[in-house]
Nanobody
Framework: QVQLVESGGGLVQPGGSLRLSCAVS????????MGWYRQAPGKQREWVAF???????NYTDSVKGRFTISRDNAKNTVFLQMNSLKPEDTALYYC???????????WGQGTRVTVST
């Protein structure tokens, strides 16, 4: 059974930092593209960043230079380091996995990030 469990969300002031974690079980990160998505209140879910099995990364324009996606294959965990947070980063953040060969897709339950004074 595949499980993705996010953690690390919370309330932070503008300019602050948070690190999200996604603990993965049931699949190997070596054979998956891992991504972070977010959904703000009243908006559609959007992709934030992803890291391919080979290690290359992509970021949506609004987070470039502020967010960093990484993974620890030994711990089967993916991270999203978020710096210089802005109120518009407030959202429910989801971890996503897409298997390289089968294209099967999995989602976590989300962790909430609130950026506010």
């Amino acid at each position: 059974q595949v499980q993705l469990v996010e953690s690390g969300g919370g309330l932070v002031q503008p300019g602050g930092s948070l690190r999200l974690s996604c603990a993965v079980s049931g699949i190997s990160l070596s054979f998956a593209t891992m991504g972070w998505y977010r959904q703000a209140p009243g908006k559609q879910r959007e992709w934030v960043a992803f890291i391919r099995s080979g290690g290359s990364t992509n970021y949506t324009d609004s987070v470039k230079g502020r967010f960093t996606i990484s993974r620890d294959n030994a711990k089967n965990t993916v991270f999203l380091q978020m710096n210089s947070l802005k109120p518009e980063d407030t959202a429910l953040y989801y971890c996503n996995a897409v298997l390289v060969f089968s294209k099967a897709e999995y989602w976590g339950q989300g962790t909430r990030v609130t950026v506010s004074t």
